[in-house]
């Protein structure tokens, strides 16, 4: 049975929509998709996916999601969910591709500001903690991306990336040293 | 008094948007190069993100799940499909199989087993079946005729003709 459109508006929860769309309403992974697609391309884009790849990436780790939506319980959030499929998938490439970690951030990747001076220290600063993501061990990178970039709580990580919530503090912790060291 | 924990705790929601400081916090981290340096990470980071966020396109990304997902359900049906007609096969191949208690010339066959098709035989009494046992049972040639003629008794005449058909 079909939900009406009405039924699936933004402000519905994750776990509605999840239900929604077992229930074969198919504008609720629509609205699942809308909600989550910036994050995990986000995400994968920090994270070492290459820019060529992010679109791909971000459509398959949605269909993994969908295909596999039955193996989701609500235990964990939607976006913990979602984001350990797309660390799944990274990791998956990044084996195919025999140990590429990161790609060359481009240009047009970096911020633009109005002011030029800004605009360089701004591009410098991206690049070095480009590079230093780059240089950091998976888990470390991850679970600092899964904080400073989408605001997760240790538990949501810890979810995320099958770790414990004390485990990913102390991997945030070393990632930002690292990365203070770096930028510094 | 704030310290450097609380701080960087929050530096992540704050950088996103999501919280501000309060007076407090925000004299801590002006006065804190660790938690600058903490918050220039974080920021940049976030920046980064967004940076990244510009490259996905929701819409095309949705329009492509979605269209991968109709497929999905479009194999999965014919499957479906496609399993219930083997099963159904197999169900009619093992009904047509089946031992059956109805006479038919396949089930007479089969289940009476091997037999002559020579029903006549059965109507003969016991010394009508010896004498053709014993016919069987007897060598080639001595069931010959007993009239036929010796060659010793043959004329001159039909000697030679045997003789004209023996050489062709």
């Known amino acids: 049975m079909r939900v009406p459109a009405a039924n699936a508006p933004a402000s519905t929860s994750d776990p509605a929509l999840v239900d929604a769309y077992r229930a074969g309403d198919e504008r609720a992974a629509t609205e699942l998709v809308t909600r989550h697609a910036l994050a995990v391309g986000r995400f994968l884009s920090a994270a070492g996916a290459g820019t060529s ?65 800004a605009t360089l220290d701004a591009t410098e600063a991206e690049r070095r903690l480009q590079q230093g993501l780059g240089s950091l061990p998976r888990l470390q990178r991850e679970v600092f991306l899964l904080r400073a970039q989408q605001g997760m709580d240790y538990q949501d990580i810890a979810d995320s990336l099958a770790t414990t919530p004390g485990a990913a503090r102390v991997h945030y912790h070393h990632a930002v040293k690292r990365l203070k060291e770096l930028m510094s | 008094m704030t310290d450097c924990e609380s701080v960087t705790d929050r530096i992540p929601v704050v950088a996103l948007g999501r919280d501000a400081w309060t007076a407090e916090e925000a004299a801590h981290l002006a006065s804190c190069p660790a938690c600058q340096a903490e918050w220039k990470v974080v920021e940049t980071a976030r920046r980064l993100g967004d940076s990244a966020a510009r490259r996905v396109d929701p819409d095309r ?67 009508q079946l010896e004498r053709i046992l014993e016919d069987l049972e007897a060598p080639l040639g001595a069931q010959a005729a007993p009239e036929a003629p010796e060659l010793g008794d043959l004329k001159d005449s039909e000697l030679e003709r045997v003789l004209r058909t023996l050489e062709g």
Not at chain 1, 69 to 81: T, V
Not at chain 2, 87 to 114: D, Y
């Open chain 1, 53 to 117: 790849d992010l679109d791909d990436l971000v459509q398959e780790t949605f269909i993994r999601a969908f295909r596999a939506l039955d193996g989701w319980r609500g235990e964990a959030a939607f976006r913990s969910w979602i984001m350990a499929i797309a660390s799944n998938l990274l990791k998956d490439q990044f084996r195919r591709a025999r140990g590429r970690r990161m790609v060359a951030l481009e240009d047009a990747d970096l911020a633009a500001h109005d002011d030029p001076a």
């Open chain 2, 61 to 127: 990304v949705n329009s492509i799940v979605i269209a991968r997902l109709r497929a999905d359900r479009r194999w999965r049906r014919a499957a479906w499909i496609g399993a219930v007609a083997v099963a159904a096969a197999m169900a009619l191949v093992v009904w047509t199989g089946r031992p059956t208690h109805q006479a038919g010339p396949i089930a007479t066959r089969g289940a009476v087993g091997f037999h002559l098709p020579l029903a006549e035989l059965d109507r003969l009494d016991s010394g």
